[in-house]
């Protein structure tokens, strides 16, 4: 392989079972090297994944990278969004997280709109409520 022509750049993609690490030439675009890593998640209607298994996705695939990760001069971080991480007091996860398609709260979700009067209605500004 060539010498890069930049910057190397790493991307990261942490999504609900896997993270994807890719080391990119800035200047050229040609990817240096590429590692991935898989983290469980449960099935069913309780999604929930080990945040632990995280980081431990992340470290492999940026060893897969090689030494081309630790020459980044930048690393750009994408992940998964709307999920729930309860933390002790040392910032150390306490269980699985609760990931976005988690539909355990749904049967509540109902009851609380239709208590309000449709879905409409929790968008619209209440007296005594911000926002």
Do not use: F, Y
């Not at 945040?51 to 690393?75: D, I, S």
Request: net charge neutral.
């Amino acid at each position: 392989m060539a010498a890069p022509e930049g910057p190397l750049v790493v991307g990261v993609d942490s999504s609900t079972q896997s993270t994807k690490a890719l080391v990119v030439d800035s200047a050229t675009g040609g990817v240096v090297a590429r590692g991935q890593a898989a983290h469980r998640v449960s099935g069913g209607e309780g999604r929930e994944s080990d945040p632990e298994e995280w980081w431990a996705a992340l470290c492999t695939a940026l060893r897969q990278c090689g030494e081309a990760a630790g020459r980044a001069a930048a690393v750009s971080v994408g992940g998964q969004q709307h999920g729930l991480v309860t933390l002790d007091s040392a910032g150390r996860p306490v269980r699985p997280a609760l990931l976005w398609n988690d539909v355990r709260s749904a049967p509540q979700r109902d009851r609380l709109v239709e208590r309000l009067g449709g879905a409409q209605a929790w968008a619209e500004p209440r007296p005594g409520r911000s926002g």
